[in-house]
C-alpha cells in the first residue's frame, strides 16, 4: 500500500537537508500513538528472514517533502517552505500504514509534528496497486543506495553507471520478498536501466548523492531509470523502496508521469538542490 498525504502548512520553516531523519521519527511516533508494541518492534528489531537474522528490514519507505517551487526557497542551512501545500509519499506492505489508518492516526485534520513545523493533513489518498513496469520509464523521488560489504569489513555503495548496480539492488528486493513471504517470487526478473544522457549530463553530477543521516554518510542514485520487472517483484518495490536504508528515506520511486504527482512537485525534496558538499560524488 502507499499513501499520498497532501498537507497544509500554517506557518513558514525553514528545514535542514539532511531531515530525512526527523521524518523518519515522525513515522514511529506516529505508529506509536497507534501501537506502541508495533511501534517498538519497528525500531528496535523489524522483519527478519529468520529469529536469528541479524540482517533485518523495517518494511517501510518514504520520500521527502514536497511542494510546488513557488513555495520554497534553497537557502544556506536548508529549504525554506513558505506555508501552503506540502506533499508526502508513504509506502509499506506491512503493518504499518494499515495501524496509522485503522486508528485513526493519519485522516484529514490531524496533524503530524516534523521539527518546529506542524503539518495539518488535507488530503490522503490511497493506492493500492503499483502502475505497470513493462519497460516503463521511473524518476526517484528519494536516492536509491546499493551497498554491498567489501572483505575488509566496510561498505562500497555503487554508482548508477556500474554494471553490477542493478543485480544488486534486485538481490536485495529477492531478500526482502523472503523477509516478507518466506519464499522466492515466482518470476524474479528485475533491470533497471538508468538514463545515459542523464548520467552524462555534467550537471547531474554522474546521477549520485552523498547522503548523511545522523552522521552516517551514503552515497545513492538519483536519476530517472527504466525498469522491467514482474508484477510481483514491482509491488515489492513499489511498497518496500529499492535498495538499501529504505525506512531512512531513501529507494522510493514512483512512475514518470504517475497521476496526481503533479510536475510542479518535481525536485523539490531535500536531496535534489542540496548544497555541494552534499552533492559528492564519490564512493565512500
Partial sequence: MRLHISFDLRHNIELPFDHHHALQACIYAAVGRANSAYASFLHDRGYAEREDSV???KLFCFGGLRAPAENR???A???RYESGPINWD????SGVLEELLACNVLQPGSHLNIHSAELIIRHIRCDPSPPSADNSPYRCLSPIVAARGRPDGTT???????PEFSQTVRANLLWKHRVMYGNEPQDSQFEMRFSQSYLQNPRSRGGTRLINYKGIRLVGALAPFILTTSPEMLKLAWECGLGSRNSMGLGMVEAAGQSGQSSRYAGSNQFERAPSALRTASVL
Fill in 55 to 57: 540482517k533485518t528490514s
Fill in 73 to 75: 526557497t534553497i537557502t
Fill in 77 to 79: 542551512n536548508g529549504i
Fill in 90 to 93: 508513504l509506502a509499506s506492505p
Fill in 156 to 162: 562500497e555503495y555503487l554508482r548508477p553507471d556500474d
